[in-house]
């Protein structure tokens, strides 16, 4: 595997042979001639301009267990490196001379990882973060550029979530209107999607279906990571005549939407007779508070 990396120039240690075209390698001297003239030669001082090179990724894993190598990172008296965890595991035999041996923390090896930069796999959703290669699945699993999905079925739009709602508002015409959190607002559900868009721009993905016992609803929370903030969610539902009431509160469940609406979210049913209308064009008064956990 191979993949473009940003590297300090002059810091790749002999091992790692570059398979650079020639002509980029050429440039890559130009800009770093360039570098030094303006940075006065430098004086040993590490160079930090950033050259565009291809470099065989598959050099970063570890060679013995093939995951990504990390500080602190080891080897044996003759080089080769091996990860921590394997080290903790292999200590007194090198997998590769199959000799005794004794393991050093390899520091070049981990300047190396440290300094090969890569950017984000949301660089086209926003961010700009570049981080260290071995780095970049942490970064993503909590990365605020992450997309979410576009729940519709055959419509493939994934985006950050402000992108998201101007395609629910804009593409699929879904009512969106804004929620201030902790305070009660009764709000017309329809059958399909309406999405709540919080005062902190957090987005509630409310959902109606019609089943033969009257219209369900269920509300999600719209964010790219698990992780993220959570929400409880108030539904109530009252009516003077026929007389009836009744509430419900839980926890959200947040989801990006990848497969859809979620399926396993909290069902509140709205009996038939409190509905207007019939079957796809059916809606519901119900009274909504959203409060941050
Ligand atoms: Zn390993
Ligand atoms: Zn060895
Ligand atoms: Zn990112
Ligand atoms: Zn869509």
């Known amino acids: 595997m191979a993949g473009h990396v940003y590297l300090p120039v002059g810091h790749l240690p002999p091992w790692a042979r570059l398979s650079e075209e020639k002509e980029e390698g050429m440039r890559a001297q130009q800009q770093e001639k360039e570098a030094e003239k303006e940075g006065g030669g430098g004086g040993g001082k590490r160079r930090k301009v950033a050259a565009d090179v291809t470099i065989d990724l598959d050099i970063l894993d570890c060679p013995v267990c093939y995951l990504l190598l990390r500080p602190p990172i080891f080897q044996c008296t003759v080089g080769h490196t091996i990860c921590s965890s394997c080290h903790d595991k292999l200590q007194e035999k090198c997998h590769f001379c199959s000799l005794p041996t004794v393991y050093n923390r390899c520091h070049m090896v981990e300047h190396v990882v440290e300094s090969v930069k890569v950017a984000c796999s949301n660089c086209n959703h926003g961010c700009t973060t570049r981080i260290a290669y071995y780095q970049k699945e942490d970064h993503e699993k909590g990365c605020p550029h992450a997309p979410c999905f576009c729940p519709e079925t055959g419509c493939g739009f994934s985006g950050p979530t402000a992108m998201l709602l101007e395609h629910f508002s804009g593409k699929h015409k879904w009512h969106s209107p804004k929620v201030t959190y902790n305070k009660a607002f009764r709000i017309r559900i329809h059958v399909g999607s309406t999405v709540l868009v919080g005062e902190d721009g957090n987005l509630f993905l409310v959902n109606m279906t019609m089943e033969s016992r009257g219209g369900v609803i269920s509300v999600c929370s719209v964010q790219p990571h698990i992780t993220g903030s959570s929400f ?46 019939t079957g796809t064009s059916a809606t519901a008064m119900v009274g909504v508070t959203v409060t941050p956990q």
């Open 232 to 277: 409880r969610c108030k539904l109530t539902l009252s009516c003077a005549e026929p007389s009836f009431s009744q509430s419900m509160e839980f926890l959200m469940r947040s989801s990006n939407l990848y497969d859809g609406f979620p399926k396993d979210c909290f069902q509140f049913l709205v009996p038939k007779v409190l509905l207007r209308g």
